[in-house]
């Protein structure tokens, strides 16, 4: 049962701009700790952004300054803005949730998961 569902992903060039949205009904997985990571051919996954419940946010040192972790609680809706992608930035996007504390992305790994969107940046 996919309790989270990612959408928004594509292909742009180099420099482009994407919003990926997550929704995640009732939050039933938990509204604590919400966030996103990517994963590479080849690579591990890695944490891009977490927004904890009080809205306080963080970014991996790769995407500091060009990318946005958001909500909209009243649709159970998590975004994230890309601006200025890279083609570094190729990935499968996934989000995931969890009433976790400390929230942080090793802690957020243990929670649930979406099936992911691909993000290829040429």
């Known amino acids: 049962h996919v309790q989270l569902v990612e959408s928004g992903g594509g292909s742009v060039q180099a420099g482009g701009a994407l919003r990926l949205s997550c929704a995640h009904p009732?939050?039933?997985?938990?509204?604590?700790?919400m966030g996103w990571f990517r994963q590479a051919p080849g690579k591990e996954r890695e944490g891009v952004a977490i927004i904890v419940e009080d809205g306080k946010t963080e970014y991996s040192d790769s995407v500091k300054g060009r990318f946005a972790i958001s909500q909209n609680n009243d649709k159970y809706i998590l975004y994230l803005q890309m601006n200025t992608l890279q083609p570094d930035d190729t990935a499968t996007y996934y989000c995931?949730?969890?009433?976790?504390?400390?929230?942080?992305?090793?802690?957020?790994?243990?929670?649930?998961w979406g099936r992911g969107t691909q993000v290829t940046v040429s």
């Open positions: 995931a949730a969890h009433n976790v504390y400390p929230c942080d992305f090793e802690g957020l790994k243990s929670g649930c």
């Open positions: 009732g939050y039933t997985c938990g509204s604590y700790c």
